[in-house]
């Protein structure tokens, strides 16, 4: 159920145009749909797993559970950026970038 942007009379979400006024319902909106949940996590934490995994390969003695965080950060960069790419346009730049560090500080970490 949406409302109609002329009149404001219910109508059903796939109208094409109101059948009370005749406004088109399905004009572009500022906004491209999703959000920015997916996207602006995965590439946070895509940055966080890379420098932990850098930090890693740096370090002379490996912490296991140091490690094992790396890993699992660089895990949830992949999946969240790849949700992100795939699910939505909305930040797909973000989505992509915290895939990419994700599969990047992956690849550090199991070269460790
Ligand atoms: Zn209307």
Not at 25 to 34: C, K, R
Request: aromatic content about 4%.
């Amino acid at each position: 159920m949406s409302f109609c942007r002329g009149c404001g009379t219910t109508l059903h979400e796939t109208a094409p145009t109101c059948p009370h006024c005749g406004a088109p319902q399905n004009l572009p909106s500022a906004d491209t749909p999703g959000t920015l949940w997916l996207p602006v996590p995965a590439l946070v934490v895509g940055i966080l797993a890379l420098l932990a995994a850098i930090g890693l390969a740096d370090s002379e003695l490996i912490d296991q559970e140091e490690y094992i965080g790396t890993l699992l950060f660089a895990g949830i960069a992949i999946a969240l950026g790849a949700v992100g790419t795939y699910q939505q346009e909305k930040g797909r730049g973000m989505s992509i970038a915290g895939l990419v560090l994700g599969s990047i500080a992956l690849v550090i970490g199991l070269a460790i």
